[in-house]
């Protein structure tokens, strides 16, 4: 799809420059300098030559075909340039040139502008704005990147094109090769969800790195990242994050999501590593690039310091990874090798005056051992330590290993040599064992993400005929919200069970509706107007005879008309009094990227103050509800505790697929929220109290 920038026959750079120091001048040097073998066509209409290639002044007036047009010119010249590219039977382009959506409307106008005429001659355009794309395998270089990095296997794409340099500096001093980089600059055409895809299938890429500050395409990114995870890993770092949607969302899945949310769930739902900081978008993708994945748990950690071995138990145990169980042959056979201060437990202690063959021995053998999965060397320098050696010895005994070895020389000048010899040998070396333990960590998530079962929503028969009947209702009196007296029928039709209900127009009313019920009873308001109840008094429970309905009615109607005087009043809802159970909370609330994002906490302390939630993008599957149920800090409550019954687990995984199946078929919903539904002990279910939603505008 995107050949035309990995393998373009002839490239022209519209804008090249004979003045050093001019962009045109660097990113037309920097094409030659790379070593690209065909055409290159400067164009200048004021120039006859450029760097010693003759200068043509127009696109149009290039010899042959041209695939990759590069511009470089100001803004406001770029859309006769691109009708000039699409003319000639240009492919790609590479827009550089700012002006565009940064700076403001008229700069968005020109930006849809040349997304126009890239459309009409069937162009794909890169940027505006941005700092290039590079392909080492084609040994394309159309940036303006301060070095073309060395040949490699790990894809890079950027929004930020300064953020895409420093990665390329870093890159190079660490010895990471690339095989693909892309500057994505304003995503006008394309974006990283299109080079998610291409390089998703690129047999030159094993590893593939992205800096985002948002998604444009969210649902499309996650339907390609599902796909291209499933062949390599995926890491990324975002930035970005502003509560600016969580303050415009007025439900208690908007206030408690932020935009951040969503981002963490998607990559999560897609098999995506989520990198915190730029040390460890690199620590994982050296590792990934490097080093076979881990096929289960189980670390083994070889060190020469006690206490080296005491912080790297400490990480991996607070990664939530476990210490390999050595067997009794490996510890018998390190017990006859390696002195008797020696501690044959792992950590395994080879002591503080091991050189490099005592290592070896250790190493030889805990390799062997069917328990371990992973090791961490670890290395101090001390008086009589071979820091070099015991590089080399690790290297050639761990080269080729099909578990995973990772090592930590803790130092500086007197490890630094034993360091690169580990580095060229493809072994990762971290200055502390953290860091190596993080990348395990990210390890070990993405072999359980392959060893995860296909992504498989439910579709469930659901009453569409009556949900429609209450969305057309509630527009046809010029409103979005939806409150509990409607919302039940939506729940109803939905499959989730309600309580007995009724709407009482009067006290008389409420009483009758009462009997038929039987006491006790709750009494709500009924307006759609009042969303939130127990807020002006709205609400009164355990209403045991027709006196207290009566009076009830009475206190809640003046609580509305006194503190929401503007509402619609249509009296009160009577509802069955629901006893046991517990309470928790299932809410939507519909991402610009992503679409609805959906939340599950137990209710009450646990969702106001503690804020103990998980969040998913929907559609979902059952995995997915059942991880977000798994995932909050109180699930122990819901497995039973001092010897309360569990409660219905399954129950609350049917009805958050439920709820995503709803989102999903109606993507009118903007926020909607149940609250509380109450679940009872495991096999008798569970049953929704308040349901409130918005609908689109």
């Not at 062949?231 to 994050?241: D, F, L, M, Q």
């Not at 997915?624 to 699930?635: F, G, P």
Request: glycine share 8%; net charge negative.
């Amino acid at each position: 799809m995107l050949e035309a920038f990995s393998n373009p026959r002839s490239v022209a750079v519209v804008g090249a420059s004979r003045e050093e120091g001019k962009l045109g001048h660097a990113v037309l040097k920097s094409l030659i300098d790379a070593g690209f073998l065909g055409p290159i066509y400067p164009v200048n209409p004021k120039a006859d030559e450029v760097l010693g290639l003759k200068a043509y002044p127009s696109v149009k007036d290039c010899p042959g075909t041209v695939d990759l047009a590069v511009i470089l010119i100001p803004g406001k010249l770029v859309a006769p340039v691109m009708k000039e590219c699409g003319e000639k039977g240009v492919k790609g382009v590479i827009v550089i040139s700012a002006g565009f959506r940064e700076v403001g409307a008229e700069g968005l106008r020109a930006e849809h502008e040349i997304v126009d005429i890239a459309r009409q001659y069937n162009m794909r355009i890169i940027g505006p704005n941005c700092l290039g794309y590079i392909d080492t395998i084609a040994k394309l270089n159309a940036s303006f990147a301060p070095l073309m990095p060395r040949k490699g296997t790990i894809a890079f794409m950027s929004q930020s094109g300064a953020i895409a340099s420093s990665i390329l500096d870093i890159a190079d001093a660490r010895g990471l090769g690339m095989s693909r980089f892309v500057s994505l600059g304003n995503k006008a055409d394309l974006n990283e969800t299109d080079f998610l895809q291409e390089w998703g299938d690129d047999a030159e890429t094993k590893v593939i790195m992205i800096y985002v500050e948002d998604i444009k395409t969210g649902a499309r990114f996650m339907d390609v990242a599902r796909a291209a995870t499933r062949h390599k890993p995926v890491v990324a770092i975002k930035s970005g994050s502003t509560s600016a949607g969580t303050k415009a969302a007025s439900s208690h899945t908007g206030a408690l999501a932020g935009s951040d949310a969503a981002y963490t769930a998607a990559f999560r739902q897609t098999g995506v590593i989520r990198a915190t900081t730029v040390e460890d978008l690199f620590d994982f993708s050296e590792a990934f690039t490097n080093q076979p994945v881990i096929r289960e748990d189980g670390v083994c950690i070889v060190t020469n310091a006690g206490g080296a071995g005491v912080m790297a138990a400490d990480a991996v145990e607070h990664a939530g990874l476990k210490l390999a169980q050595l067997s009794p042959q490996t510890m018998a056979a390190l017990k006859e090798k390696l002195p008797p201060a020696a501690s044959v437990l792992n950590p395994v202690d080879v002591l503080g005056d091991a050189q490099a063959d005592r290592y070896g021995l250790a190493l030889d053998i805990v390799s062997r051992d069917p328990n371990v999965n992973a090791i961490l060397v670890i290395l101090t320098p001390q008086i009589v330590t071979q820091p070099k050696e015991t590089a080399e010895i690790t290297a050639r005994l761990m080269t080729n290993s099909p578990i995973p070895v990772f090592a930590c020389w803790i130092g500086g000048a007197l490890t630094a040599e034993g360091v690169k010899i580990l580095t060229a040998n493809h072994i990762p070396a971290y200055p502390e064992p953290e860091r190596a333990v993080r990348s395990l960590r990210a390890m070990l998530d993405y072999r359980r993400w392959l060893q995860r079962p296909k992504f498989q929503p439910r579709s469930y028969d659901i009453d569409r005929k009556a949900i429609e009947q209450v969305f057309d209702a509630a527009r046809k009196d010029g409103r979005l919200q939806i409150g509990d007296a409607e919302a039940r029928a939506v729940m109803q039709a939905l499959g989730i069970r309600v309580p007995g209900s009724g709407l009482a127009e009067d006290a008389d009313e409420a009483v009758q509706v009462a009997e038929q019920i039987g006491y006790p009873v709750v009494l709500k308001i009924a307006s759609p107007d009042i969303l939130h109840k127990s807020d002006i008094g709205g609400v009164k429970v355990g209403l045991k005879d027709a006196a207290e309905v009566r009076a009830a009615f009475a206190t809640i109607i003046a609580n509305a008309r006194s503190r929401k005087p503007e509402a619609e009043i249509w009296g009160c809802q009577v509802q069955e009094m629901i006893r046991g159970g517990r309470e928790i909370i299932l809410g939507v609330n519909r991402d610009p990227q992503f679409g609805p994002l959906m939340m599950f906490g137990l209710g009450g302390i646990y969702v106001e103050a503690l804020r103990d939630v998980s969040f998913r993008v929907a559609p979902l599957d059952e995995l997915d509800a059942r991880e977000m149920v798994n995932e909050i800090r109180a699930i122990r409550l819901l497995r039973g505790v001092r010897g309360e019954p569990p409660a219905d687990i399954e129950a609350i995984v049917d009805s958050i697929q439920r709820l995503s199946y709803l989102v999903t078929e109606f993507p009118e919903i903007l926020e909607l929220d149940i609250n509380p539904l109450m679940v009872y002990e495991a096999g008798k279910g569970a049953i929704g109290l308040d349901m409130r939603l918005v609908l689109a505008s």
